[in-house]
């Protein structure tokens, strides 16, 4: 079992729409979560992190976490094609200083 | 604030040969991590430093070595370059404080340098 799961996808949503990201982790002593947004030929750009189950909020961006399921999501509300990259959720111990990452979900959208 | 900045940004070495990449964090950071980057194995942790010592390190052979200096600027190195070796090679910083759930452990990444081994 990989230790963080994501849909490679592409995911494909038109403009306006909302984008639902998902993550799954197999480590229960993960406490706090990450989500990157990295575009083609750049370095992964920190969005948003959650420690505490429920719903963060950021702008047009929500992260959501479950830790009874080891879920945890990303909506991006109000699509633009400006949000077109590809979305790493990473995962950390707290203690160990080190992130774990999911291999990324490719979003598109479509104008 | 200046960002986390990474040199060289391209680097073409040829197999067997040995690279050295430096990370500058940002003003103020005492944590630098380092990943790898591949279309393959996507991104993987490689060590990380705090205040000149090594608190974890990913499961890489012991030809990826790296060290950490006074000012928190950080260097890896990679001896005896293999092809697969080839990869995005990202500096993360963080202000690195130790223990609870605070947005201390936030990593912001250099720009990274592309490493081609021939």
């Known amino acids: 079992q990989k230790e963080v799961e994501q849909n490679s996808g592409p995911l494909s949503v038109p403009e306006g729409a909302i984008a639902s990201l998902n993550c799954t982790y197999s480590?229960?002593?993960?406490?706090?979560f990450f989500w990157y947004r990295q575009y083609s030929g750049k370095s992964p750009e920190l969005i948003m992190f959650i420690y505490s189950n429920g719903d963060k909020e950021d702008g047009r961006f929500t992260a959501q976490l479950n830790k009874a399921s080891q879920y945890v999501s990303l909506l991006i509300r109000d699509s633009q094609p400006s949000d077109s990259a590809t979305y790493l959720c990473?995962?950390?111990?707290?203690?160990?200083?080190?992130?774990?990452f999911g291999k990324g979900t490719l979003l598109t959208v479509n104008p | 604030k200046a960002g986390v900045t990474q040199t060289p940004r391209y680097l073409i070495k040829t197999r067997g040969q040995q690279v050295t990449l430096s990370c500058s964090p940002i003003s103020g950071h005492r944590s630098v991590s380092w990943y790898q980057q591949t279309p393959g194995q996507g991104l993987q942790f490689l060590f990380e430093?705090?205040?000149?010592?090594?608190?974890n390190k990913g499961n890489f052979p012991g030809r990826f070595s790296g060290r950490q200096f006074s000012n928190s600027r950080s260097e890896m190195n990679v001896s005896t370059l293999e092809l697969g070796d080839s990869a995005l090679y990202l500096c993360?910083?963080?202000?690195?404080?130790?223990?609870?759930?605070?947005?201390?452990?936030?990593?912001?990444f250099g720009p990274g340098t592309r490493l081609t081994v021939l």
């Open positions: 480590d229960r002593g993960s406490q706090s």
């Open positions: 430093y705090f205040s000149e010592t090594q608190r």
């Open positions: 993360a910083s963080s202000p690195g404080l130790a223990g609870g759930l605070s947005s201390y452990n936030e990593q912001f």
């Open positions: 990473a995962v950390n111990r707290g203690s160990n200083y080190k992130l774990t």
